[in-house]
């Protein structure tokens, strides 16, 4: 966020930092999150170098007195202990799920996210979140193809080159989800909350998504323009999703006029073997975050801030989908925690952030020493991390 201010202030002495890296887990939420530990998520994520965190927290996960808010506290407080800068995204919650949006009138999809937002931006255990996301690819859920037909993947021939228009969008189903945008945005300000918000889409060329909000709904604002990228779409500055002259949807999207947060970045199906396995995933990385920190020193991409890798953690038990197969790293046999060559591809495009990450400074040879030495050796080439006594080693790069 600093970079942005910086570039738009014009002040003298302003410093440009550069690109942040960020990472997604779903932690606490679903296998393997759950078993691998809050603690061993955020050593890995620190290994990493990542210096933001995206995930998701449901009202249950915060409620007063349970165990899984002091949970939820424990890994808040260690994650901006650690340095990082948490961005929560509010949707995995019943009361705000994709479902509502198929079943609910507009003032019932209303209710249900104020009220979700409301106890989560009360909660105590969250009190050291950044900023909130305002849902999760709400433009999926009214999204339609040229026949009206609603769009579940994007990704797919008749839908790819939809999303640039306000009129891509079904008009009922949009309101349902404008409705569920005001009512997280009044749920956090009934909360008394005045942290940032970040509104989005699942990218590609949904733009129209949000000028289509801009126009029928001018008192929804947000901090943040959130956006996500495939390898499917392309390249972010000349698309050629759209069938014609390739769109440059980074400047695009920052003409909304706030920072730009790439929330998810990731190759179509990760690592999965038939999409060209683990060295597929780790080149599309670190080509595309190259591509991304050379564009954010660009005057048109001043915006462009930040960049959350999806995910951290292989989710093997939704195999045979591609879903399967995001992560930087696997769970193998005994908890233990393998390196994908993807984790290395992001980690060595962001070095100066792996070493704010640890401490380090900014020595990048002295850190070159160090790397293999750093952490408890297991023997092997890893670091030992502890979690509730059992061990999670992380194999693979030092």
Known sequence: MF???CAASALAG?????????????WPHGEPYASVG????LSLARKLGATMHRTCFSAADVAAGSATAAAAAVFVANATR???????????????????????????????????AHAVASSPALRDVAVWELGNELDQRCLVDATGAPCRDPSTPECKTRGDKPSDYDTAKFEIVAAQLKGLRDGLARAGDRRRTAVGTAGALHYGFLDRLRADFVDLDWNVTAWHWYSWMGNIDACALG???????????????RPVWITELGHTAGSKPSVGGESAQAAYLRDELARLKALSTQAPYALLDAVFVYELLDESQLAPSGEAYYGLASVAEQ????????FDAVRDAFPRQFLRAFGLGGDLDAEQRRRGSAGRSDGGGGVLRRKRGVSHVVEGSN
């Open 38 to 41: 809050g603690e061993a998520v």
């Open 14 to 26: 302003c410093v440009v930092h550069g690109l942040s890296l960020g990472v997604q887990s779903h």
């Open 335 to 342: 908890g233990r925690l393998r390196l994908k060559p993807a």
């Open 3 to 5: 970079r942005a201010l």
């Open 243 to 257: 069938g014609g002259a390739p769109v440059d949807v980074l400047r695009r999207v920052a003409g909304f006029g």
């Open 82 to 116: 650690g340095g990082a800068e948490l961005l929560v995204t509010l949707y995995c919650d019943p009361a705000c799920d994709e479902q509502i949006t198929a079943t609910a009138t507009p003032r019932q999809a209303y209710a249900g996210c104020e009220q979700y």
